[in-house]
């Protein structure tokens, strides 16, 4: 069973709106969350980092939380741009280097 | 950019094939790592190289066939693939133990026929 889930699996939004994505994770002990994001042709890149400690993390319009007491974690994109359009993955790492990783949020931004 | 390339981007290949996908990183990183990705699936890490060595290898089949010449090359060699092996190959690096922010390349979408 995948330690650390995503939801929803895909969503479609109208550029200029908010969305929030979900990433609930069971691993432990737990080091820290990062999400990425992953344009269409192109690897993953790093939005946002969080320590146990770290309850809110902002990259311009995308802010990230996290609730270590529940295990759960968000990411916000205010006012969508049609470049918002990719997949967002929720990584998880543990106190002994290993990662876990979600299966992503695949987000479409219409005009 | 990332600073981490891959070749090629695509690959078609049949199952009695042997081809070889290749990764070069320019961030001065000591660790690279291969990964798996299949659609709506997490990530599957593959195997990761720490200063040239292998470190770990998550029950990979054989068919895949990993090689580090030094820090800044990774290969992957690929032979009697199966249908199931198409995806996207990803490649990453990290300067492991200091900073755990992987690099990743843009991937080689690999077709197995």
């Known amino acids: 069973k995948n330690q650390v889930e995503q939801s929803p699996q895909s969503l479609i939004i109208l550029e200029g709106k908010n969305c929030t994505l979900q990433?609930?994770?069971?691993?432990?002990?737990?080091?820290?969350l990062r999400w990425y994001k992953q344009d269409t042709g192109r690897g993953p890149v790093s939005l946002t980092i969080?320590?146990?400690?770290?309850n809110t993390k902002s990259n311009g319009r995308y802010t990230a939380t996290l609730d270590a007491d529940t295990k759960q974690s968000s990411l916000h994109i205010t006012a969508s741009q049609l470049s918002d359009s990719a997949s967002y993955i929720c990584?998880?790492?543990?106190?002994?280097?290993?990662?876990?990783f979600g299966a992503g949020t695949t987000v479409t931004v219409r005009a | 950019e990332t600073g981490v390339t891959q070749t090629p981007r695509h690959l078609v290949m049949g199952m009695t094939n042997k081809k070889s996908l290749k990764c070069e990183q320019h961030?001065?990183?000591?660790?690279m790592y291969w990964y798996k990705q299949s659609a709506k699936k997490p990530l599957e890490l593959m195997f990761v190289?720490?200063?040239?060595?292998?470190?770990e290898n998550n029950s990979v089949p054989s068919r895949f066939s990993p090689e580090c010449p030094n820090s800044s090359h990774l290969f992957l060699h690929l032979h009697t693939l199966q249908p199931e092996d198409s995806a996207l190959y990803l490649c990453?690096?990290?300067?492991?133990?200091?900073?755990?922010?992987?690099?990743f390349g843009p991937g080689t979408r690999l077709t197995v026929l």
């Open positions: 990453a690096s990290s300067q492991m133990r200091v900073t755990d922010t992987q690099y």
């Open positions: 990433c609930n994770y069971t691993v432990s002990p737990f080091s820290n």
């Open positions: 969080m320590t146990f400690s770290e």
């Open positions: 990584v998880v790492k543990r106190d002994d280097y290993k990662l876990s």
């Open positions: 961030l001065g990183h000591n660790a």
């Open positions: 190289y720490s200063l040239e060595e292998r470190v």
